[in-house]
């Protein structure tokens, strides 16, 4: 079974400070983990993806694969950041096809 | 590019009744996932179709079932409506079925079940 925790539904920071939003999975095999984002009324749309290893908007999210954890991250926090965000993991293609699991999400809030 | 569309917008429908909610995906793709988005519940996903055959399922009861038509355009269906039906339902497209393919979401179809 897969599985996908966000332990903080809400998370408040200030303009300028550091923000980290926790993911923590658990699969038996080797994952892929997302992160999706939703702008007040926008659709959800991919931030980024582990395999990438890209940095989307300042955002960067690194696979432990010990702790089994996919936090994302961003030095400077923007009130423009201010959504919903969902972890999200996808399983071997021959098992799971194109399924995503999703956590349950964290409202991030950048106060001015 | 159109994104995804999803008709209806939103639904009002009695308990007992069925519904049938419909996905275009972008063009060209050629996978459909739908997904039962509730505050309870969260994200979770009902089924994903591929050139016309249904490829996962999520664990939901046999009410819950959909197609895939040959041009990729996709429709659910809820029959016997229960108050717990009331949700977002999201339709999401990727160019094939598999996570090396991003997926797109859709704007969502607003179900309430009274």
């Known amino acids: 079974a897969q599985r996908v925790t966000q332990p903080e539904k809400l998370l408040s920071v200030f303009k300028g400070a550091p923000v980290e939003l926790k993911c923590n999975y658990s699969?038996?095999?080797?994952?892929?983990l997302f992160w999706y984002v939703q702008y007040s009324r926008q659709r959800l749309q991919l931030l980024l993806r582990?395999?990438s290893r890209e940095s989307i908007k300042g955002f960067t999210a690194d696979l432990n694969k010990g702790e089994t954890s996919f936090h994302l991250k961003k030095p400077f926090a923007q009130e423009e950041d201010s959504a919903m965000y969902y972890c999200?993991?996808?399983?071997?293609?021959?098992?799971?096809?194109?399924?995503?699991?999703f956590g349950e999400g964290t409202q991030l809030t950048v106060n001015p | 590019k159109a994104g995804v569309t999803q008709t209806p917008r939103y639904l009002i429908k009695t308990r007992g009744q069925q519904v049938t909610l419909s996905c275009s995906p972008i063009?060209?793709?050629?996978?459909v996932s739908w997904y039962q988005q509730t505050p309870g519940q969260g994200l979770q996903f009902l089924f994903e179709y591929f050139s016309e055959t249904q490829r996962n399922k999520g664990n939901f009861p046999g009410r819950f079932s959909g197609r895939q038509f040959s041009n990729s355009r996709s429709e659910m269906n809820v029959s016997t409506l229960e108050l717990g039906d009331s949700a977002l339902y999201l339709c999401a497209s990727s160019l094939y079925e598999g996570r090396d393919y991003e997926q797109y979401f859709g704007p969502g179809t607003r179900l309430t079940v009274t």
């Open positions: 699969y038996s095999g080797s994952p892929e």
């Open positions: 582990h395999i």
């Open positions: 063009s060209g793709h050629r996978s």
């Open positions: 999200a993991l996808s399983g071997r293609r021959e098992t799971s096809g194109s399924r995503l699991t």
